[in-house]
C-alpha cells in the first residue's frame, strides 16, 4: 500500500534530525514530521510525498513519548526558532551529542575521544542578545521574529530565551511608536524608518544596551524615547541608533550614533571584565561560553610557559581569558572594530602579554609564520563555514603542540579536522557545550595534537597537497553537495536543482551550465525542501 497526499497514517518515531523533526517510517519509506518526540506514537497527517520520503505533520499524539513535554511557548511553531521545546531537556542535550558524534564519522572520518555533553543548567532565559524585526502586518504593528523562510514577522513580546527585561523595554518601543507615528519599515517597497529593536545585556553586570535599528539617520522626538526608557529601567546604560540605509538581509549598519549613556556595556566572563558594543561579538550564553573557555583551556593545557596563537579572536575573549596562563598570546581578527575591542579588554584588565592583529587569519598566520613565529598552541574560532584549506595548511605548518578548535557547526568542523588528520595532528579529545539550549544549535571544542596518526581513531587517508582543491576553494563538488544532502536530509537532488539554487544565491555555476540549447524549454524546478537542503549544503562548504 504506497501513501499519498492528505492521508492519515499511524506511525512510531524512532529517531530525531539535529532540527528537531521527528522520523519515523511507514512500509520503509522516511517520514519527517516537525514537533515529534522519539518514542512518540502518532497519528501523522501526509502532507508531501516523494519516491522514498514524505513531510506530515502531527494529526493526534496516540502515546507520547517519555520525552515529550508541554511546549510553554504560545508561539513556538509559527516562529521556528525553538526546534526542541516539545522535549525533555536531557533528551534535547543527547540528540545533539550523537549528532556531533554522528558528524565526524560521516563527515570528518575520524573518531576522537567524546567527553560527556555539557549541558545547559538552564533552558530558559539564558540569552543576552535579542534582534527583533519590526513591521506592520494586516495593520498591525508586530514585534518579534522571523517565521521559518520567510520574512513575517510572528509577534512575541516576550521570549522564553530572553531576560525578562527585554519584554518590558519592547512595551516601550511599542508604546513610543505608536505615540510618535514612527513609520515602520517595508522590506518590499524599502521604505519606513524602525528596522529592527536591538537590545543587549551584561549577564552579571545587569547593564543593559538599547539599540533602534533604522533606515535613515535620526528617529522622531529622540529625547522622548531616552526619557521613556530611562525612566522604565534604571539598568540601561546605553541607548544607541544604528544606521542600516541599504537593501539587504544584514541587520545592522556600520554607522552607530550614541543618544545617552555610554557607547558600550560591560560584563564578567572568566573574571574578566569585557566591553561589549553594538557590533561587538560576545557569546549570546554567558554562563555556557565560561565553562567552554573552561574546557578550551583545559584542552590547551598552558604551563606560563608557551605562546598561544588565537585566531578569528574577536573581541579577544577566548584568548584573553587564558593569558594568564601563557607567556605571549597573540590574537587574529578582520573586523577592525573587533580588535580595538580587543585591545581595550586587554588594558581594561591589565593585561600586558597580548598582541593583537587586525587581518585575515591565513594571511597573518602566514607572515607570523615566515616571521619564525611559532606558537606551541593555536586557538581557532571561526565562522560557521569553518576554515579555508590554506588556513589548515598554514596552522599545520606552524607545528604547534595542541590546536583547540572551537566550532558552532559540527559539519564544518569535523570536515576541517578530517583534514587535518592528513597534516598530521589527530583529533584527540571532543566536548559538545549546549549554548542553545531549545535551539538546533550546538558548539563544540575539540584537541587536535601532533604525532602519528592513530589507525584506530582515523579511517580516512588524503593529502590536500593532492587532492583536488576545487570543493573547497569553490565550496564543493556537485557529487560532493549531493551526498552531503542525502546523508543529511535523505533527500536525493539533481545538478539542475544545485545549479538553480546557486544561482538564487549569486553563486557561479559557470556559463550555461544545464540549461538547454533549446529556446523556451520548461525546466523542472527545485522543490522548496530540497532547496532549503541545498543551501544547507552550501553553509556547510562554506558557499554563503
Known amino acids: ?41 502518532i497519528t501523522a497527517h501526509i502532507l508531501k510525498v516523494k519516491k522514498t520520503y514524505a513531510f506530515a505533520k502531527v494529526e493526534s499524539v496516540d502515546k507520547p513519548s517519555p520525552d515529550r513535554i508541554e511546549p510553554e511557548c504560545p508561539v513556538y511553531l509559527r516562529c521556528g526558532g525553538c526546534a526542541f521545546s516539545h522535549m525533555d531537556y536531557a533528551a534535547e542535550a543527547k ?9 565526524f564519522r560521516r563527515i570528518g572520518g ?84 524602525l528596522r529592527h529593536i536591538y537590545l543587549r545585556k551584561g549577564e552579571k553586570s545587569g547593564e543593559i544596551m538599547a ?93 606560563g610557559n608557551e605562546t598561544v596563537l588565537d585566531l578569528y579572536c574577536g573581541a579577544g575573549t577566548i584568548g584573553l581569558s587564558m593569558a594568564s596562563k601563557a607567556k605571549k598570546l597573540i590574537g587574529v581578527e578582520i573586523v577592525p572594530e573587533a580588535i580595538e575591542d580587543a585591545k581595550a579588554n586587554a588594558r581594561l584588565n591589565g593585561i600586558e602579554n597580548a598582541e593583537f592583529i587586525c587581518g585575515d587569519a591565513a594571511a597573518a598566520a602566514q607572515i607570523l609564520r615566515s616571521k619564525g613565529v611559532r606558537p606551541d598552541v593555536i586557538v581557532l574560532d571561526p565562522p560557521r563555514k569553518g576554515c579555508s584549506p590554506d588556513m589548515l595548511e598554514t596552522a599545520a605548518a606552524m607545528q604547534p603542540e595542541r590546536i583547540v578548535y572551537v566550532s558552532c557547526d559540527p559539519a564544518t568542523l569535523a570536515r576541517d579536522c578530517g583534514a587535518f588528520a592528513s597534516l598530521g595532528y589527530s583529533a584527540v579529545k571532543a566536548t559538545p557545550v549546549d549554548m542553545f539550549p531549545r535551539t538546533g544549535h550546538v558548539e563544540t571544542v575539540v584537541l587536535l595534537s601532533k604525532g602519528e596518526i592513530d589507525s584506530k581513531k582515523v579511517r580516512v587517508d588524503f593529502s590536500l597537497e593532492n587532492m583536488d582543491m576545487s570543493g573547497f576553494q569553490k565550496g564543493a563538488t556537485y557529487p560532493q553537495i549531493k551526498e552531503y544532502v542525502r546523508e543529511h536530509s535523505g533527500l536525493k537532488v539533481s545538478s539542475l536543482y544545485i545549479s538553480q539554487v546557486k544561482r538564487k544565491c549569486g553563486l557561479d555555476v559557470g556559463q550555461n551550465y544545464n540549461l538547454s540549447k533549446k529556446e523556451n524549454v520548461k525546466q523542472p524546478q527545485c522543490p522548496p525542501e530540497k532547496e532549503l537542503a541545498i543551501r544547507e549544503a552550501f553553509n556547510c562548504f562554506g558557499m554563503l
Open 1 to 41: 500500500m504506497s501513501i499519498k497526499k492528505n492521508d492519515r497514517v499511524k506511525l512510531r518515531i524512532d529517531s530525531c534530525s539535529a532540527n528537531g523533526s521527528g522520523v519515523g517510517r511507514y512500509e520503509g519509506m522516511a517520514i519527517f514530521v516537525p514537533a515529534t518526540a522519539p518514542g512518540d506514537e
Open 110 to 193: 575520524v573518531e576522537p575521544e567524546f567527553e560527556p555533553i555539557i549541558a545547559a543548567e538552564s533552558d530558559k532565559r539564558y540569552r543576552n542578545k535579542a534582534q527583533y524585526p519590526v513591521a506592520k502586518q494586516d495593520g498591525e504593528l508586530k514585534i518579534g521574529f522571523f517565521s521559518p523562510h520567510s520574512h513575517r514577522v510572528v509577534h512575541c513580546p516576550d521570549c522564553l530565551l530572553q531576560p525578562t527585561e527585554f519584554a518590558d523595554i519592547l512595551g516601550v518601543f511599542t508604546d513610543y511608536i505608536k505615540q510618535f507615528n514612527v513609520p515602520v519599515y517595508d522590506e518590499t517597497t524599502h521604505k519606513g524608518l
Open 95 to 103: 540528540i545533539k551529542a550523537e549528532h556531533v558524534a554522528e558528524c
Open 211 to 303: 539599540c533602534a535599528v533604522i533606515n535613515g539617520r535620526s528617529l522622531p522626538a529622540e529625547d522622548k524615547l531616552v526619557q521613556m526608557l530611562t525612566s522604565r529601567n534604571q539598568n540601561i546604560k546605553s541607548i544607541i541608533v544604528n544606521s542600516n540605509t541599504k537593501d539587504t538581509n544584514v541587520i545592522l549598519g556600520g554607522e552607530c550614533r550614541t543618544l545617552w549613556g555610554s557607547d558600550c556595556i560591560t560584563d564578567i566572563l572568566c573574571s574578566l571584565r569585557f566591553r561589549i558594543s553594538p557590533l561587538s561579538f560576545y557569546q549570546v550564553n554567558r554562563t555556557q561560553a565560561e565553562r567552554l573557555y573552561n574546557k578550551a583551556a583545559e584542552y590547551a593545557s598552558l604551563t
